[in-house]
């Protein structure tokens, strides 16, 4: 479980960086346009056998009966995969933060610092008048509480899953 716990640490500005990217996607989202749609079926070749079962036999015809309609089904799954994973990170990201707030005494404070704030050892260790290596176990138990966190937060979402 530390690991995950050590992941979401390593990775977290990463992840409020892609979060900030999906939502400027989200609120600025065109889609593919008519005529890239048009483009890609004009330029497509059907593979395997041809065998014809209409009786329109032009590909100008045929693209023009359902581009809007293939155009409108790309965009729609496009856009709610885009939601879908903004919705996800954003709650993995509320959870490890509250988590982080929830820690016990200096916990709290030196693990925001160390992970949201991106301080350096020697920085947090100036600024709580401690050791590197005081640092170090604050950071350490900081994990074991975490764990803690997640096996319980785990636990809960299993059991609404279940009911």
Same mark, same amino acid.
Request: with cysteine; glycine share 4%; hydrophobic share 40%.
């Given at each position: 479980?530390?690991?995950?716990?050590?992941? /979401?640490?390593?990775?977290?500005? !990463?992840?409020? @960086?892609?979060?900030?990217? /999906?939502?400027?996607? $989200?609120?600025?989202?065109?889609? $593919?346009?008519?005529?890239? #749609?048009?483009? &890609? #079926?004009?330029?497509?070749?059907?593979?395997?056998?041809?065998? !014809? @079962?209409?009786?329109? &036999?032009?590909?100008?015809?045929?693209?023009? $009966? &359902?581009?809007?309609?293939?155009?409108?089904? *790309?965009?729609?799954?496009?856009?709610?995969?885009?939601? !879908?994973?903004?919705?996800?990170?954003?709650?993995?990201?509320?959870?490890?933060?509250?988590? /982080?707030?929830?820690?016990?005494?200096?916990? &709290?404070?030196?693990? +925001?610092?160390?992970?949201?704030?991106?301080? @350096?050892?020697?920085?947090?260790?100036?600024?709580?008048?401690?050791?590197?290596?005081?640092?170090?176990?604050? +950071?350490? +138990?900081? *994990?074991?509480?975490?764990?803690?966190?997640?096996?319980?937060?785990?636990?809960?979402?299993?059991?609404? *899953? /279940?009911?």
């Amino acid at each position: 479980m530390s690991e995950r716990v050590e992941k /979401l640490m390593r990775e977290y500005p !990463q992840m409020k @960086t892609e979060v900030k990217c /999906l939502e400027n996607q $989200i609120r600025d989202f065109r889609g $593919i346009s008519e005529t890239e #749609m048009i483009e &890609s #079926m004009l330029y497509s070749h059907p593979e395997g056998e041809r065998v !014809q @079962t209409s009786g329109v &036999s032009d590909k100008t015809a045929r693209i023009a $009966i &359902s581009y809007r309609e293939k155009m409108e089904r *790309i965009n729609k799954e496009w856009y709610d995969y885009l939601e !879908q994973k903004y919705l996800l990170l954003s709650e993995e990201l509320r959870f490890f933060e509250s988590a /982080l707030a929830s820690l016990s005494g200096n916990l &709290s404070g030196v693990m +925001r610092d160390m992970v949201i704030d991106g301080l @350096t050892y020697d920085a947090i260790a100036s600024k709580y008048f401690v050791s590197r290596t005081m640092v170090v176990k604050y +950071r350490r +138990r900081a *994990i074991v509480e975490l764990d803690k966190l997640y096996a319980a937060h785990d636990a809960e979402v299993a059991a609404y *899953i /279940l009911n």
